[in-house]
């Protein structure tokens, strides 16, 4: 993939921050948050080079941080928190380097940049929320029927889904 | 590596999404799981072991390796808007020679050709300085540049760089062993030609690769194809270890993966409107262009992209033709730039729009066409006070040129015996005074001469010093219109013709109705258009109708940067054909690079041979004024 133009200063910050806060979410764990701190080398090298490989690179690293973290017994919160920081940072990224590739360094794209990032945050909060609840309803003690047949299911939708 | 760039068309739109039968029987599945949770009594009477589910991880987790290679071989791109900030075919005079020297790819044939070339160049320019300083036309170049065989000068690795020190110093030098030695010849050529010595270094500019914009269409982006390996590993790996807080980190990633496939393309309802502040600027005159972009559909735009396409050969000088922006339904955003281009009559393209939906999944390019304005014509009607010397070359009509010929004017030019009828107050009354035979004075008539503007407009005239400055057939067609406003009002004959592929042809007349078709001309016609043609100039075809057309009595005024030597083969025989020539050549070379350099040699050579065939020569500098320039000719011409 051809490098591109970097995007502007302020383009690039919302998706650090929140690579940034994949690491400080992970920081309990050690082993995790050294991971997750090698895979936010890769998001700012990506995003200063306009890369999406790279920052591709950076995220699924940040990405296993997270699963890593998550064997670890962090936190289910934090476990959400930060893997949500981990989607918000690829998306955030990838917005950017679009918006510096067909804008260029003088065109100004702040205005849709802001509104994608308030859909994606919209969607993320709802799906956490959803998802916690769903965790606080149920508990434990669940038969172990619903446990397989929730897997499978949600297994067979993401296969099918194409994006 | 498989790439998501390209045209997709509508077929994309069902490309996103979720699979019918799998999404069905998912779902089927998940209610039951819910259900399962609200009503545990369901599930009493099915028995599972704990092993299938750790089975069914390591199946989840087996096709999330699939997905992570499929991800590996995809590269997310978004579409590429057209360059639309600097597009110029405008070519430097020399940079070609530099190209061919620091052409690494070369194959060991092509590399000979291309010395070979490289040294027949050096040699002819050598034997042209030498045959100019030494008066001779033997052709044998001169000794200090080429005394021994030049080839052994050139591209023999051993004669030169010598021992411990001369090697150092060529590892520490920039360029090859070749490109330093070219070098060194032309500041040599360039000493015996200018008889100072000048510094040559080998530079070449960067060749910018031109990117190819996305068509128009519908395409979807793949940019969350990371989530689903993502979402299938954390339950893969959840399930096997037993970690609750990855199941739902899955769920997680699985929900905003079904937001993306669930999210519907975008339309793309837009009107643009685009108004120039002025459509007839002065020559390289700023124009601010201000473009507004309707959301003429019912639907939120949350991320639209407008690019104006700039007309090609304009540049922008401020602001950004390129615009982010998120419309409702129903509003609009205005954004503006400023342009700016030498002359000429230029055309704004449809403006580009890039629409994605909120989440980011599609993309729409569409090229919009604008209302309101869509040209600008820069003015070349220029006020000029200087004058245009001319040759003697006249026709019978009374006008400004002073000529050769005795009869009523104001220059004395002779005294002759008087003869019956001569009008009385020519008789030379103070010779009659003193007692001698009466006698005549004669004055130089003053007459008016027919000229004919004679614009080189060839591919090979659209040259300029610089990348960003102006080209010489921009510098020509300018200096041509204040030529024509200066001769009309010296009544004399004007006509126009261009030495081009694409033709232009007007008659010499006078008046001020004809300057008007003459400027409109300069400023519209298709053949001074600020992009070169795309066809070649056929002298044998081209000249002959000027020729044909040209009157007999008129004298030739050419512009032209005299950039190779078609164009002075060209002057030439339209002088042979009895046309009295002067040729007013706008300077486009430079120095600096041996190309450069060489080039700048070339030209003065060609235009010294005008020169000698009785043509004369206005070498007018990028940096100086017409009117200098012609009066600095013009005290060397008296």
Known sequence: ?163 | MTTTDGSTGETELNALGVGRALGVLGLLAVLGGLVTILQPSIASDTAFGYGFVTLLGVVILAASLRYWVGLALTTVESATPPPVEERREISIPGVAFDRTLADHRLTAVSRLRARRDVLDRLRSVAARIHERDHGGSDGQPDANVFGEDAETVLFDDADREQGLTGRLAAVRAKGTPLQRRVSDVVAELARQYDGERVSVEFDVPERTTATRPSAPGLRATNRFRLLKPMALSAVGVGVVFGSAALLLVGALFGGVAVYAAADSPPTAAVRITRSVETDQPAPGEPVRVTVSIENTGDRLLPDLTVIDRVPEGCSVTAGSPRHGTSLRAGATATFGYELEAVRGHHEFGDAAVIIRNLSGSFERVADVSADGDASITYDVTAVTDHSIPLRKQTSRSVGRVVTDVGGSGIELHSVREYRTGDPLNRIDWNRAAAGEDLATLQFREERSATVVLLVDARVEAYVAPEADAPSAVDRSVLAAAESASALLAADDQVGLAALSPRTCWIAPSSGHAHRTRIHEQLANAEAFDPRPPDRSFKPAIRLQSIRKRLPSAAQLLVFSPVCDDEVVDVVRRLGASGHATTVISPNATGGGTPGRTLARIERSLRLSRLREAGVRVVDWDAEESLALSLDKAGRRWS
């Open chain 1, 1 to 163: 993939m051809a490098d591109t133009e970097s995007p502007t200063p302020r383009l690039l910050l919302p998706a650090i921050a929140a690579t940034a806060l994949v690491v400080a979410l992970t920081g309990t764990v050690q082993i995790a948050a050294l991971v997750a701190l090698g895979g936010a080398a890769g998001v700012i090298a990506g995003m200063r080079r306009g890369s999406r490989l790279v920052l591709g690179i950076g995220v699924t690293i940040q990405f296993w941080a997270v699963v890593v973290a998550a064997l670890g017994a962090l936190r289910v919160e934090l476990v959400l928190l930060a893997s949500m920081a981990v989607v918000l940072c690829w998306d955030l990224g990838e917005q950017a380097i679009t918006v510096a590739d067909q804008l260029g360094a003088t065109g100004t794209g702040t205005r849709p940049f802001a509104v994608h990032a308030a859909g994606t945050l919209l969607v993320g909060t709802l799906c956490f929320g959803g998802v916690y609840s769903l965790y606080q309803i149920a508990g434990g003690g669940q038969p172990l029927l619903a446990l397989v047949l929730l897997l499978g299911g949600g297994t067979v939708v993401l296969a099918g889904t194409r994006i």
